[in-house]
DNA sequence: CGAACGACCTGCAGGC
DNA sequence: TGCCTGCAGGTCGTTC
């Protein structure tokens, strides 16, 4: 479900409703879910003031006093914001109880995690050897370029390597590839310095436009209604196998790459 | 070392 | 209606 920017339109979506709020309970309803952490941590958790949620990559931070939760979503996972008396239900695995609002952590498959770090949060291992953002200064066709020596694999997959830029998945590395107009199985070897430029412009277009209009998928997390996201219909080829082209009207075609599908438009991406 | 692939989970759609 | 297969927004660990 979540990439950059679903992870960055939840971090928006909640902030204002928790920002300076203690917290008065956290529930892990399922043990069994993939929660890193310290046996007492609902203890330690109890009366923390949240200071500040942050982001890094697909990873959101919650920055209390005494330490960070950092939460991934994995490929189902979804956070949202309901009333105090609210019951949990199905999937409903975690909850973190404010004064006003509770925030609940949703997800069927089970792939998110959750962390706690004491200190230094950006040091940790799970985050340390995150590559660059997407909206950092010197993410570029050079830096791009600079790590795809040594490199012998498909683009799309080199986008989706975390090391190399975070918060690309599966629906944004096909949505960038199109509107650079590179084909997905372009190996990183025969790709010029001039199209990495490209590559990294389209990717900070894409993931801007994706996050203005409040992700692809859910949209609305207060109040737990799960609404598609405004960007869901702004896709150009995601899904679109045996549409039409928005540009030249071929038809869109779909393969499987490195395990994944991946969709592109045969005349426009060379 | 990089690259390929299975593993982790649950739900859902489609074919028979 | 039910069973089976394959697929779904991610990433880790193992193997070659």
Same mark, same amino acid.
């Given at each position: 479900?979540?990439?950059?920017?679903?992870?960055?339109?939840?971090?928006?979506?909640?902030?204002?409703?928790?920002?300076?709020?203690?917290? &008065?309970?956290?529930?892990?309803?399922?043990?069994?879910?993939?929660?890193?952490?310290?046996?007492?941590?609902?203890?330690?958790?109890?009366?923390?003031?949240?200071?500040?949620?942050?982001?890094?990559?697909?990873?959101?931070?919650?920055?209390?006093? /005494?330490?960070?939760?950092?939460?991934?979503?994995?490929?189902?996972?979804?956070?949202?914001?309901?009333?105090?008396?609210?019951?949990?239900?199905?999937?409903?695995?975690?909850?973190?109880?404010?004064?006003?609002?509770?925030?609940?952590?949703?997800?069927?498959?089970?792939?998110?995690?959750?962390?706690?770090?004491?200190?230094?949060?950006?040091?940790?291992?799970?985050?340390?050897?995150?590559?660059? &953002?997407?909206?950092?200064?010197?993410?570029?066709?050079?830096?791009?370029?600079?790590?795809?020596?040594?490199?012998?694999?498909?683009?799309?997959?080199?986008?989706?390597?975390?090391?190399?830029?975070?918060?690309?998945?599966?629906? +944004?590395?096909?949505?960038?590839?199109? #509107?650079?107009?590179?084909?997905?199985?372009?190996?990183?070897?025969?790709?010029?310095?001039?199209?990495?430029?490209?590559? #990294?412009?389209?990717?900070?277009?894409?993931?801007?436009?994706?996050?203005?209009?409040?992700?692809?998928?859910?949209?609305?997390? /207060?109040?737990?209604?799960?609404?598609?996201?405004?960007?869901?219909?702004?896709?150009?080829? +995601?899904?679109?196998?045996?549409?039409?082209?928005?540009?030249?009207?071929?038809?869109?075609?779909?393969?499987?790459?490195?395990?994944?599908?991946?969709?592109?438009?045969?005349?426009?991406?060379?």
């Amino acid at each position: 479900m979540p990439e950059l920017p679903e992870v960055e339109t939840i971090r928006r979506g909640i902030i204002s409703y928790l920002i300076n709020q203690p917290v &008065e309970k956290f529930i892990i309803a399922d043990k069994k879910f993939r929660a890193h952490l310290l046996p007492n941590i609902e203890k330690i958790m109890q009366g923390e003031k949240l200071i500040d949620i942050t982001r890094r990559g697909k990873y959101l931070l919650f920055n209390f006093p /005494v330490g960070t939760l950092i939460i991934h979503l994995g490929m189902s996972g979804s956070l949202c914001l309901v009333d105090k008396n609210h019951i949990l239900q199905k999937h409903q695995h975690a909850a973190l109880l404010f004064p006003k609002n509770t925030l609940v952590f949703t997800d069927p498959r089970k792939f998110g995690n959750f962390f706690w770090i004491e200190k230094k949060p950006l040091e940790h291992e799970r985050l340390k050897d995150l590559g660059k &953002e997407p909206f950092d200064n010197d993410f570029n066709g050079e830096y791009l370029f600079q790590k795809a020596r040594n490199k012998k694999i498909p683009v799309k997959q080199f986008l989706m390597e975390n090391k190399i830029v975070t918060g690309i998945g599966n629906i +944004y590395a096909s949505e960038i590839l199109f #509107a650079a107009k590179i084909k997905p199985n372009q190996s990183v070897q025969k790709i010029s310095l001039k199209s990495w430029n490209k590559i #990294a412009e389209c990717a900070r277009e894409i993931l801007k436009a994706a996050i203005v209009h409040g992700g692809s998928t859910i949209h609305t997390y /207060v109040n737990s209604r799960g609404e598609s996201g405004g960007y869901q219909k702004m896709l150009r080829v +995601y899904g679109k196998e045996g549409k039409k082209c928005p540009i030249c009207k071929t038809i869109i075609k779909s393969f499987r790459l490195g395990q994944r599908s991946t969709f592109y438009c045969p005349r426009c991406q060379r």
